[in-house]
């Protein structure tokens, strides 16, 4: 099955600093999603994407979608106490449904204030 | 509005002992998923149905077996629960199976000694 690497596995900043965090698929993706998944809840969509080459803006994240189909991004501004938690990609290939969906092993996002 | 219900949020089995997860949405969508979620893991799709009536295997579905009672409600059963069962199991649901957004329950932890 399609493999995607999350990187990187954990991060630990300062409160105000700027995150990046990305994720490869050895195959073609149709569809990128960014979750964020807080302590004890369930994952929150964040942000969509559906075009090679979309930036696409949710107040201070921004996720693109690679030209090559094969990596996504997801950039945090100016980070907050709140932005704590672990955040998945996941990707969805030509089958279409969300059954499709695979996802990475997450970041996880550790503010030091 | 509640979104997505699961009841246990957490149990303790003995090995070879059985039980049922219960899922139930009140946003009327047709599509509901029930994934496990371990540490360093992404998620990973046990089974799925795409609308009332139909269910289909993910990813890991030895193990388990799933019933969609209703379009409310999708049951996740345990016959003869193994160490190798314990995990967070989530939920969720969406519009129809093509919907990129899924919306996820809080989870239930399980524990299988």
């Known amino acids: 099955g399609q493999q995607l690497n999350q990187s990187p596995q954990s991060m630990f900043i300062q409160e105000g600093e700027d995150v990046s965090m990305n994720c490869t698929s050895s195959?073609?993706?149709?569809?990128w999603l960014w979750y964020k998944q807080e302590p004890g809840e369930g994952p929150v969509l964040l942000i969509a994407?559906?075009?090679?080459?979309e930036l696409t803006s949710n107040g201070r994240l921004t996720a693109q979608f690679g030209i090559t189909r094969k990596d996504s991004f997801l950039n945090i501004s100016a980070s907050i106490p709140s932005d704590v938690g672990i955040y998945f990609c996941?990707?969805?290939?030509?089958?279409?449904?969300?059954?499709?969906?695979?996802f990475g092993k997450g970041t996880h996002l550790i503010i030091q204030p | 509005n509640a979104g997505v219900t699961q009841t246990p949020k957490f149990q303790v089995l003995k090995t070879g002992q059985s039980m049922t997860l219960q899922c139930a949405q009140d946003?009327?969508?047709?599509?509901m998923y029930w994934y496990r979620q371990d540490p360093g893991m992404g998620l990973r799709l046990i089974y799925y149905?795409?609308?009332?009536?139909?269910?289909d295997k993910g990813e890991v579905p030895n193990g388990y077996n799933v019933s969609r009672l209703n379009k409310r409600e999708f049951s996740l059963r345990l016959e003869s629960a193994a160490p190798s069962q314990t995990s967070v199991y989530f939920c969720?649901?969406?519009?129809?199976?093509?919907?990129?957004?899924?919306?996820f329950g809080p989870g239930t932890r399980l524990l299988v000694l």
């Open positions: 969720a649901s969406s519009r129809d199976r093509l919907a990129e957004t899924q919306y």
């Open positions: 195959s073609i993706f149709n569809t």
């Open positions: 994407l559906y075009k090679a080459g």
């Open positions: 996941a990707g969805r290939d030509s089958g279409g449904g969300a059954d499709g969906l695979t």
């Open positions: 946003m009327n969508h047709n599509s």
């Open positions: 149905s795409a609308s009332e009536g139909t269910t």
